[in-house]
């Protein structure tokens, strides 16, 4: 019904977050090969577009409307009440394991990095 919204909020507030890093670099002035901004990219692209076509999904099937309350699920207090529950469950579960596979992503770019300095292919 509304599980999209949490992955949403996150990627609004990296979104945030990734603008203030980006000043913050951009200002120290050193070169690096990955900044940590664009890594923060990459996963507020991974939020934003799962959260646009989960978006989609739920208009596609009429659980979204161009009227007040927009969520159909929000007129009837029984509905919001699921909703709300599916937001805390599904929602939080899908914005946790999409910020898991990014930080291992994260993490393997790193290894590969470290490795390829310790073999001296990369600077």
Partial sequence: MACFLVPAAEAVVTTVIRKAV???EEKDGRELSVRFSDKLGWLNGMLWGGSGLLAFEHLWHGEISPFFPFL?????PGE????LTEMATSGTAMAALVTAVWAGAVLV???IKDHGR???DLS
């Fill in 22 to 24: 980006k000043n913050k």
């Fill in 72 to 76: 159909t699920a929000a007129s009837d």
């Fill in 80 to 83: 919001t009440a699921e909703m």
């Fill in 109 to 111: 770019v790193g290894r």
């Fill in 118 to 120: 310790k073999a001296g």
